[in-house]
């Protein structure tokens, strides 16, 4: 049976990437499906995607993986080789809200996010039923002012137990720590309710609706110590109008968030975001 992996790669930008890349591919066998390559100018920084199968049985990766390092170590390379049937590990956390919870178990559900749910987490036992409905351990980890250390300790000794590499907020209202964000950076993805920048604090859509907004959306982005300042990876929008109550807007606020934050997480599980300083290259 043919295996298939997504090849990815990132360094600073210079002559002979793409040619010293496809060569040691063709060297070890495999054949490429798709690419996506990109240069960024302003900071310098080359990014390449692949989705690649071996053309035989005879295909060694681990060998490719040693004769690769070469190139590597050539062009100063940060790179993973990455079998399609592995299945990312990722741990979900929520307050109240069950729309992002319910959207990103029902995708799983039916396949279209393809990967391993470690545990739902949440502050409040409100969603607890979704968890048990959908099989999937649920753990509360009450949060207080007072409590944020221990809390944090918790939530980051059941990451690591579970080895979930990926942590998605399906809108979980408890800002994390600064030394929690710079540990998991670049693996833990928020939903913020607003087509960024905001209408800061309580009750945003109505805030917007206030302002006579034509347009209210959802950003999807990487979480950092700089509150909703992550590097962006999914936005989307729908347009309203003078018609709309908040009500409207709060309603369709909620399919935008949901979709967004599917999108978002679907494709970081392809692999198909890079960090790239404050922002992110995506490809489609």
């Given at each position: 049976m043919t295996s298939r992996f997504i090849f990815t790669t990132q360094c600073q930008d210079q002559v002979g990437i793409v040619a010293a890349v496809a060569?040691?591919?063709?060297?070890h066998g495999f054949f490429i499906d798709e690419a996506a390559q990109f240069g960024d100018e302003l900071t310098g920084r080359f990014f390449m995607r692949l989705q690649i199968r071996q053309v035989d049985d005879v295909c060694n990766t681990d060998d490719f993986k040693v004769q690769f390092q070469g190139v590597a170590d050539r062009f100063k390379m940060e790179w993973s080789l990455d079998e399609l049937t592995t299945r990312p590990r990722v741990?979900?956390?929520?307050?109240?809200?069950?729309?992002?919870?319910s959207d990103l178990l029902y995708r799983h559900r039916i396949g279209e996010l393809e990967a391993d749910i470690t545990a739902i987490v949440s502050n409040h036992e409100t969603l607890r039923h979704l968890a048990d409905q959908a099989d999937i351990p649920f753990h509360h980890i009450p949060v207080t002012a007072e409590t944020k250390p221990q809390a944090e300790a918790q939530l980051t000794a059941l990451i690591e137990e579970t080895r979930s590499e990926l942590v998605v907020l399906a809108r979980y209202m408890q800002v994390l720590s600064a030394e929690m964000c710079e540990k998991y950076s670049g693996r833990v993805i928020n939903i913020h309710h607003s087509f960024l920048p905001s209408f800061k604090g309580a009750k945003p859509y109505h805030r917007a609706h206030d302002r006579g907004v034509k347009l209210i959306g959802a950003t999807a982005h990487y979480v950092t110590s700089d509150l909703d300042e992550g590097p962006i990876i999914e936005q989307m929008v729908?347009?309203?109008?003078?018609?709309?109550?908040?009500t409207d807007l709060v309603a369709m606020g909620r399919d935008v968030e949901a979709s967004t934050l599917a999108r978002a997480?679907?494709?970081?599980?392809?692999?198909?975001?890079?960090l790239n300083g404050i922002r992110t290259v995506v490809f489609w």
């Open positions: 060569t040691c591919l063709l060297d741990m979900l956390m929520v307050s109240k809200f069950d729309h992002c919870l729908e347009r309203v109008d003078h018609s709309d109550s908040a997480v679907k494709m970081h599980l392809e692999r198909r975001v890079f």
